[in-house]
Structures are given as C-alpha cells and as structure tokens.
C-alpha cells in the first residue's frame, strides 16, 4: 500500500537564514525560502556555487553553519521518509543483483526488511505503470548493471516519485536523457506535483526543458543569491548584478538564451555545455575548470 506523504499546514519546505560554506569559502548565506505544495522551484548556478549542496541540507547530510531548513513541517535531518531523491548519475555496478522493476519497488517498499515473499500484485501493478510513465517497460526485466546512463536515469526517477513524497529532490535529474526522455520524465514529475501535492527542488544547469513547469528561479553565484519567476531572474539585470559582469539574456521560440561577453574568471561552465551560463542553450564565454567543491559533489 502506498503512503501519501501530506503537509498538513504550512510550506512544504523552509529556509529560514540559512547559509553554509566549506574550508572558509561562503557558498551562500542567509536563504530565506519557502515552497508550497506542489510548487516547482529550479535551482541554478555556476559549478561549485553550492547547488548540490543545498540538496544535501535538505537530505540531513549536511549541517548549516546557520540558520534551520524543514520538510513537511520538521527539520531536515528527521524529515527523510517525507523525501524523493534523484541523485546525479552514476553508473551502477554490472553485477547489480536487481532487476530494472526491482529498483523502481524499493521506492514502494524499500523502507522494509527481509525479502519480498509473494506476489503483490497491487504493487505489480504500480511499478508497471512507473516503468511505463517513464518509457522503461522494454528492459522491465533486466539486470540494472547492464542498462545505459539514460535508461538507469529514467528508474531512478521512477522510483523517486513512487511513494509520493512530499518533496521531491532532483540533482540534474535529466543529464544523459534524450529530447524524448527528458520530456516523459519532466512531464511525469509536473504530473506528480499537480495530482499529490508534491513540491519540487529541481537542481539543474539547463532550464529550458522545464521552463514550462517552474514556478520560481533560486540562482546561486559569487557567494550570493536571487529568488523569483523565471521571467524576474532570467534577465540581464538581474544576471549581470549576481555575477557582476555584463550578461546579456535573450528569448527566442520560448526559449531562454543566456551570453556573457566578459567572463574574466567570474563565470564557471557545466563541463558537458561549454560556453553557456547555467539556465541556458548556448552562450560565449570560455569554459572554465570546477572548483574543487564542484568535484567534491558540493
């Protein structure tokens, strides 16, 4: 049976002045936030700018050097069973002793000890129907380790939404996913917020195949921050005074359009989309390295 996870009262998510740094270097500083029931909040910025960081105060893996963040009403860190999560891809082992159907149950019954005896077929039910929102029914049956990037991508997220959580979590949710997939996968997660409530963190480096979706904008850069609707923040007055540096904000075809003319060691570029700010297509300005929180998964 699945457990719909519901905040009675209030936001589904809360900052409130909050603010985290590692080896004396802010990546953000009093965050003062809240999210509702089935808002889609997109989180952008630069490597290293504290995305995935944020993330993973939520989760209750790392503490804030300042201020309180809660879920569904409690603090972080005792709020996990009200929590989906898409982590960042990662290749699974080959020898994975799970089938592709398997990993997207443990979303449903994960939480259990011992093995599944039986058949259930309510539960059967659910994860074919997970399996087939998220175009994956092809290789249902097949051992997880030897499926690509994308396809193990697309069970992840299966299995993220499975319990409808009340707040779901995405780190680059869409990386390695085709045109195709990327819109089965984002249509799947608006569908979930729009029918259980479910408010999401969508962590990305690319708005554009959600621009459709999201309610509100936190970019993250130099140590600061901005909130608001994508047509607040995604401008260049607003881009160019986060950065500090001249940024110039195009929409072309509903598409959002980003090109910075002077980078000068201000601007840091997703590894896999040379020469465009995060939020964007394209853009000019030259690739630079991560920083070291960057690789390090802050």
Same mark, same amino acid.
């Given at each position: 049976?699945?457990?719909?996870?519901?905040?009675?009262?209030?936001?589904?998510?809360?900052?409130?002045?909050?603010? &985290?740094?590692?080896?004396?270097?802010?990546?953000?500083?009093? #965050?003062?936030?809240?999210?509702?029931?089935?808002?889609?909040?997109?989180?952008?910025?630069?490597?290293?700018? $504290?995305?995935?960081?944020?993330?993973?105060?939520? =989760?209750?893996?790392?503490?804030?050097?300042?201020?309180?963040?809660?879920? *569904?009403?409690?603090?972080?860190?005792?709020?996990? *069973? !009200?929590?989906?999560?898409?982590?960042?891809?990662?290749?699974?082992?080959?020898?994975?002793?799970?089938?592709?159907?398997?990993?997207?149950?443990?979303?449903?019954?994960?939480?259990?000890?011992?093995?599944?005896? $039986?058949?259930?077929?309510?539960?059967?039910?659910?994860? !074919?129907?997970?399996?087939?929102?998220?175009?994956?029914?092809?290789?249902?049956?097949?051992? #997880?380790?030897?499926?690509?990037?994308?396809?193990?991508?697309?069970?992840?997220?299966?299995?993220?939404?499975?319990?409808?959580?009340? #707040?779901?979590?995405?780190?680059?949710?869409?990386?390695?996913?085709?045109?195709?997939?990327?819109?089965?996968?984002?249509?799947?997660?608006?569908?979930?917020?729009?029918?259980?409530? %479910?408010?999401?963190?969508? #962590? %990305?480096?690319? &708005?554009?195949?959600?621009?459709?979706?999201?309610?509100?904008?936190?970019?993250?850069?130099?140590?600061?921050?901005?909130?608001?609707?994508?047509?607040?923040?995604?401008?260049?007055?607003?881009?160019?005074?986060?950065?500090?540096?001249?940024?110039?904000?195009?929409?072309?075809?509903?598409?959002? =359009?980003?090109?910075?003319?002077?980078?000068?060691?201000?601007?840091?570029?997703?590894?896999?989309?040379?020469?465009?700010?995060?939020?964007?297509?394209?853009?000019?300005?030259?690739?630079?390295?991560?920083?070291?929180?960057?690789?390090?998964?802050?």
């Amino acid at each position: 049976m699945t457990t719909t996870h519901q905040t009675e009262t209030g936001p589904a998510l809360e900052l409130r002045g909050a603010g &985290i740094g590692f080896n004396g270097r802010t990546l953000w500083q009093d #965050v003062n936030l809240r999210i509702q029931p089935g808002e889609f909040l997109a989180v952008l910025g630069p490597n290293g700018s $504290g995305k995935s960081t944020l993330l993973k105060v939520l =989760l209750g893996l790392y503490e804030l050097d300042e201020g309180e963040a809660f879920l *569904a009403g409690r603090p972080a860190e005792k709020a996990r *069973a !009200d929590v989906g999560y898409i982590p960042q891809r990662h290749t699974m082992d080959p020898n994975t002793p799970l089938r592709a159907r398997d990993l997207v149950a443990l979303g449903l019954d994960g939480h259990r000890y011992g093995f599944r005896f $039986g058949k259930n077929k309510a539960l059967q039910a659910k994860v !074919d129907h997970l399996l087939e929102a998220v175009g994956a029914t092809g290789y249902a049956d097949m051992p #997880v380790g030897v499926l690509s990037g994308g396809e193990q991508q697309r069970l992840r997220a299966a299995q993220a939404i499975a319990d409808q959580p009340a #707040v779901l979590l995405c780190d680059e949710p869409l990386h390695s996913l085709d045109l195709y997939h990327q819109e089965a996968v984002t249509a799947l997660l608006n569908q979930q917020r729009a029918e259980n409530g %479910t408010a999401i963190v969508f #962590v %990305t480096h690319e &708005i554009n195949p959600v621009l459709d979706y999201v309610d509100r904008v936190l970019y993250f850069a130099q140590g600061q921050y901005r909130l608001g609707t994508p047509d607040e923040i995604m401008t260049s007055e607003t881009l160019t005074e986060l950065y500090g540096a001249p940024v110039e904000v195009l929409r072309h075809n509903g598409r959002v =359009l980003v090109y910075a003319s002077h980078a000068e060691g201000h601007f840091c570029c997703d590894d896999e989309s040379v020469g465009a700010l995060p939020g964007t297509s394209t853009g000019a300005i030259p690739t630079l390295e991560a920083t070291g929180a960057e690789r390090q998964g802050r």
